[in-house]
C-alpha cells in the first residue's frame, strides 16, 4: 500500500481508445499501482474547468496522491508538460496552462518541474514520432513512474520558479452590510446549479441567515438577465420543486439551484467572470 | 481481501468534480477499499430506477458488498440516511427514500438502520456546515467505515422498525390461459428496450412458447398505442433487423425489443403503472 | 499480481444495470481479479469500432492481459462465442462477429477456441434461460476463470481453425511520389478527428514532411466532399485555432483535426470504405 493512487481527469471522454490506452502504460510500468478516474467528461480544452475540478477534489484524498490532468489544448507546442507538488503534500501531472490556477490559489504551489522527456517520456510501441497524446506517451508514464517509486520528484525533471506557472485571474468578491456580489465562477453541468466565487462567510458578514429571503440580481454584460427575492437556506428541499434558491454548495460557497431542476437552463444563464451576481436584503 | 468491496450508484455523472470527491473520501478512511463503478448515469431524482438498478445487479455480487446508492432529490431534509442489510447478506447505503423497494419486496430487508451524523458523519475539511452533499460526507464516509470494520452495523446507528421503510407501490401481472397483462416496469434507456414486470414463469403458466407469435397491444392512460402481432422468441437475432419482438430479458422478465434498434423511439412509448402491456395467443 | 487483469469493453453504456451486473459476476468468481474499465461507448452495435478500439489500445497493457469485448448484436444466435490468443500475448474474450479483424490483421491471432458453453457459463441466479446477456453468463464469467487461472485456455472450450473467424475487408492505402490515397477508416467522435489508414511511413515515402502544405481532396460515393491546401505538422498547436490541419495520430496514421474544433462536424463527413481521402503536393 507505500505506492501512490493515480487520480485521472480528462477532456478524453470514453468515444474512443484513448483513456484505455493511457491505463495500460501505467499497468505496464507498474502492475500494482491504482487508477482512479477522477473524470474524463471535463468540458473540451476547458482549462479553467480542469483546474476548478482539481480544486474541488483534492483535499479529500489522501496526502501524496498524484493527480493526471490531461485538459490539453497546446499539446505538441512549447507549453511546459509539468509535475507540481502542492503545498498540502498531492502531486498534479499536468500541462502548464492555467490548470494549476486553483489549487495554487487556495492551497499553494510548493515547487514545480518540468518533465524531462529524454528519460520520462515512454520509449518504443511505435509512440516516439507521436506529438499529439501526451497523456499516454508523457503524463501517463512520468505519473507511474513517480507514482511507483521508480523515479522521485528531483528525478522529474528541472525546477522552475513558481513566478512561471501560467495562472489565469481569478476575482474577489465584495462584501458590506446586507450586500455581497461576485461571479458565477463555475457550474454544476449536470445538476444545473450555479456556483458563485463568494464563500459562506462573506454572507455571514454581510449579516445573511439560512432562511432569509434575499435580493438577486444577475447581470451579464451589464445587462440584466434575472431579478427576484429568493430564499437562501441550507439545502435544496427548503424549496418547493421547480423553484428557485440559494445555498451554500459543497465547496462553502454560495450557490444557485432550482430544486429537482436546472437553475442554468431554467434562466438560460451562464458562468465566467461577465456574469455578475449581486445578492441584498432590504433592512 | 477480508474487506467489503463498495459499489456506487448515484446521479451525479462526471460532468463535475462529485464523484471524485466521495471517492477521495472513501481512501481517505481507508486506502485498502476497492471501488467499484456501479453507475453515476441514474436519471436525475429518480429514486425509482435507484431501486430497480439496486435490484437487477445485487445478486450477481459476493455477499457482503457495500453498495452505496445516492439519488437523493430531499437531501438536507428530514428524510432518513440509513443502512439495510438485506436478507440475501448485502449492505446499502442510501436515502430511504423509495431506493430500497425492489430490494425489499425481492430479496427482504433483514434489518435497517439510520445514521448516526454525530459519529458517522466527515469531520473537518470545511464540511461541517455543507447541507447538500451526503454522497460525500455522510453516505460514502459511512460505507467506508463500515466497509473498512472501523465500525460494525450496530456501530451504525439506531435501528428502526422495517414498517418505517419508505416503498413504491409494486404492481403484479395478472395470467390465465392465452392472456397475461401487467406493465412496462423500466426501461434499456441504452439500446431502447421495455420491461415488463411480467415474469417468463407467467408466460409459461400462460402456455406461451418461444417461436410463438403473440397479439401485443400497449395501452397509455388507457389509450391504445400500440397492436401489433410479434414473436416471442430468446433472442434478438432471431427476429430480422428492425423488426419488434418479445423476449426474455436477463432478469427473466417479459421485454419488448427492435433487433438492433430502439422499440421505446420506434414506438414513442414510455414505462411505468399507467403503461399497461396486454398479451394474447389466438388459439 | 500473478492474475491477469480484465479490461472491459463494451456497447452497454452506464444507463442500466448491464455493467454492474457483469463487473458482479467477475468478482464472485475471483474477489482479487482487476476490472479496468476500457469503455463502454462503443457505438451501438458497431463491431467494427470494436475491433479497431482494441487494436488501438491493446499494445499498451502487460503481456496477458485479458480483454472483455461485448458488442454483439447476433447474441443467442449461432455466431460463435470465442477466446482468442494474440501472436503477442494478450487473450481476447469476444462473440466472433469481426471484434477481431484488426488485431488479427496487425499482430495476429496465434489460436482461437470456441467457449463451452456447458462449463464456462454462469450456473444458477436464474440465468441459466437468458439468452440475452452473454456479456453477464458467458464472457464476463468465462473470462474470469481464465484470468483467475481457474481454467487455463485449453479449458475454454474447443479450437477453431484460424480461417474459421470472421474478418471484416480492410483496405490498403497507395502510395506514390508526390501522391498518397486512403480511406477514412474510424474517427475520434470526441475530438471530431477522422483517422485514415495511411500510415506515417507511406507519407515520408511520397516525400511529405511535417511543415508541408498538402492538397486534400475527400470524396464520397466518388463525389468530392472537401478539397483545400492543409498544414502538415506534428500537432494541433501549429495551426490557427479553428483551422483544418493534417497531423499525425498517436497509432502513426495520417489523421485529419480543426485545430480545437471538429473536423467531421465542421466539414460533415463521416468515416468507411466509401470515403476516399487524397492527398498530393505539387512540386
Sequence with gaps: ????????QTDFTYKEGA???MYGVVKSVDRSLE?????????QFDTWSASYRLYQSMKFWPRGTVFVSVVDPGVGTPRKASVALTENGYYIVTP???SLTHVDAVFGIKEIREIDETVNRLKGKDTEDVSIFHGRDLFSYCAAKLASGIINFEQVG??????????FPILEPSVEDNKVSGIFEINDPNFGNLWTNIPLVDFKSAGFEFGDYLDLKIFHHGEEKFSDKLLFHKSFGFAEKGNPMIYNN???KISLAVSQGSFSEQYNLGYGSDWIVEFTRRS
Tied chains: 1, 2, 3.
Design 1 to 8: 500500500m507505500g505506492k501512490a493512487m493515480l487520480v485521472f
Design 19 to 21: 483513456v484505455c490506452s
Design 35 to 43: 487508477i482512479i478516474t477522477g473524470t474524463h467528461e471535463i468540458p
Design 96 to 98: 502548464d496552462n492555467g
Design 158 to 167: 528541472p525546477l522552475y520558479p513558481n513566478s512561471g506557472i501560467l495562472r
Design 250 to 252: 459543497e465547496l462553502m
